[in-house]
Structures are given as C-alpha cells and as structure tokens.
C-alpha cells in the first residue's frame, strides 16, 4: 500500500515564483490536511479539506491555496513564493475518528 | 496559551529505563489523543490513540489520560536507542474536531 504519497520531494524556489504540492491518499480516507513544520514551532495545519468538495482554513493559511481534487488528491499552491514560506510541508489523511497517517513530506526553500 | 504543550526537551534516558513524555491541553472539550514519533528527517508516525481516561498499553509503550487535569503522557519501558527521537503530542476535538492539533515535540535522547 502507498499510502500518502507527495511530491516533490524537494524543491527550491526563487521569491515570486509559484508551485503545487501534489498529494493522494488510496485508503479511501474523507479527511485530508497539510501541515507545514518549522523548527520550534512544531506541525502547524494549513488547510485541510474534511471531506470531497469542502475545505477549510488552519492556523496558517495565508500565501496558500487548496484544491481537493477529488477524494483521493489534495493539492496546495503557492501563488508567489516568499521566503517566510521556506518550511516541510506535510500532507495528511485520516479515518474519521482516528489519527493521520503522513505523506513522507516536501522540503522546500524559497531564496 | 498554546492549544497542546510539551516541554522540548532534550530528555535523556539511560537505556533500559522508563521514559515519561508529558502533555497538556487547553480545550476542555477535547475527545482524542495522539502520540506520534519522529526520527530526524522523516515524517511522524503514530504510535499511540487514547480515547477515555486511564491507561492504555501497546508492547513496550503505555499512554495515559487524565481529562480532569487535561493531561497525557506516554511511557516508554526498557528505552532503546531506537526511541531517540521527537514525540509530538496531538489532540482532537471540542473545538477542533475535524482537524488535530500537534505539541511543538519533546526531543528524547536515549543513552547506551
């Protein structure tokens, strides 16, 4: 089983350029979240999309945007990249009453 | 306030001893709990789900919950060096109840 799978893996961007993180999930989960994670300042949700067709601020969502595709995808975009956005973005999926499991995560420098 | 606090750490636990990771949360409301760990570089992994109050063990890893003092921590027996890692605290419910909220992590270092 894959699981939750994102990418890229990695990805360096210059400041104003914009890019989509792309994530699927095939355990035919409703939930889906993206977390980023900076040091110290542990997981700090985005977006997240509690089931297909809705989605819903985090604790952080400016700079971003989402797209829950169908329910398997849910995307995140960056319109213009800005150094602040440098992090570990983190997608994720669970069953309705149980905890995530992670996508293994896209490093990503903006300079 | 934050919503899930952790002391950081670093914790450092002989091997072969009892490692005790603290948790505390504001929302009274609260309905699930989490502890995920995460080696370096990689993404959390969940270890342990706790519901209801009392203790609830899997093989060597022993959560406890007290809604009461809106407290969780989680035991680790006969540590190993392969527990070093990051353990991420995480609750969901009451006013959160479609998203989880993580702790910022305790850093555990077990010692040979």
């Known amino acids: 089983n894959a699981g939750v799978t994102q990418t890229p893996k990695f990805q360096v961007l210059k400041t104003g350029q914009s890019m989509t993180l792309q994530c699927a999930q095939d355990?035919?989960?409703?939930?889906m979240y993206w977390y980023r994670q900076d040091p110290g300042m542990g997981l700090r949700l985005i977006y997240y999309?509690?089931?297909?067709?809705?989605?819903d601020k985090g604790e952080v969502p400016n700079g971003y945007n989402v797209s829950r595709l169908n329910k398997r995808e849910f995307s995140l975009r960056l319109e213009s990249a800005a150094p602040s956005q440098t992090s570990v973005y983190f997608c994720?999926?669970?069953?309705?009453?149980?905890?995530?499991?992670f996508g293994s995560g896209t490093r990503l420098t903006v300079v | 306030q934050k919503e899930v606090e952790q002391n950081s750490g670093p914790l450092s636990v002989p091997e072969g001893a009892i490692a005790s990771l603290n948790c505390t949360y504001s929302?009274?409301?609260?309905?699930?709990f989490f502890w995920y760990r995460q080696y370096s570089g990689k993404s959390p992994e969940l270890i342990m789900s706790?519901?209801?109050?009392g203790d609830k063990e899997d093989g060597r890893f022993t959560a406890q919950l007290n809604k009461a003092s809106q407290y969780v921590s989680l035991l680790i027996r006969d540590s190993q060096p392969s527990d070093s890692a990051t353990y991420l605290c995480?609750?969901?419910?009451?006013?959160?109840?479609?998203?989880?909220?993580f702790g910022s992590g305790t850093r555990l270092s077990i010692r040979p």
């Open positions: 999309s509690a089931s297909e067709g809705t989605t």
């Open positions: 995480a609750v969901r419910g009451g006013s959160s109840a479609s998203k989880i909220i």
């Open positions: 706790i519901y209801s109050n």
């Open positions: 929302d009274r409301g609260s309905q699930s």
């Open positions: 355990m035919n989960h409703n939930s």
């Open positions: 994720a999926s669970r069953p309705d009453d149980y905890g995530y499991t």
